[in-house]
């Protein structure tokens, strides 16, 4: 019998806890989320907002915009991989993030 692997056994990067603001944009709209984990390769989010899975979406983190695509959803949470993630990009989610235990072990695996 061949068991799938589940989203962790996946994943190539490990995800932290947070609680970070973040903007989700579409092609049509523009709304406000809140990340619940994150990670080198995408995030974690809540949202009541209906969104497809492999849909491209930007999203912003005060002055930072990263581009991302819909993994899968379950219930109201959805899990997003980054596209093209810049080191500059990832300087700025730390420093957006300072002061955070979570971040703080998530600074370390990126540095």
């Known amino acids: 019998m061949i068991q799938e692997m589940t989203i962790d056994e996946k994943r190539l990067h490990p995800r932290f806890e ?3 603001p973040v903007s989700v944009i579409t092609e049509n709209e523009e709304w406000n ?3 619940v984990d994150i990670g080198i390769g995408g995030m ?3 949202s ?3 969104l497809n899975i492999d849909q491209p979406v930007r999203l912003r983190f005060s002055d930072i915009y990263i581009s991302a695509r ?3 959803k379950r219930e109201n949470f959805y899990g997003l991989q ?3 993630l810049q080191s500059e990009e990832i300087v700025r989610l730390l420093e957006l993030c ?3 235990p979570e971040f703080n ?3 370390q695996v990126i540095r």
């Open 18 to 20: 947070c609680d970070l």
């Open 33 to 35: 989320e809140v990340a």
């Open 44 to 46: 974690k989010i809540t």
């Open 48 to 50: 009541h907002r209906l």
């Open 70 to 72: 819909v993994c899968w």
């Open 82 to 84: 980054f596209h093209n």
């Open 98 to 100: 300072d002061g955070s």
């Open 105 to 107: 072990s998530f600074s």
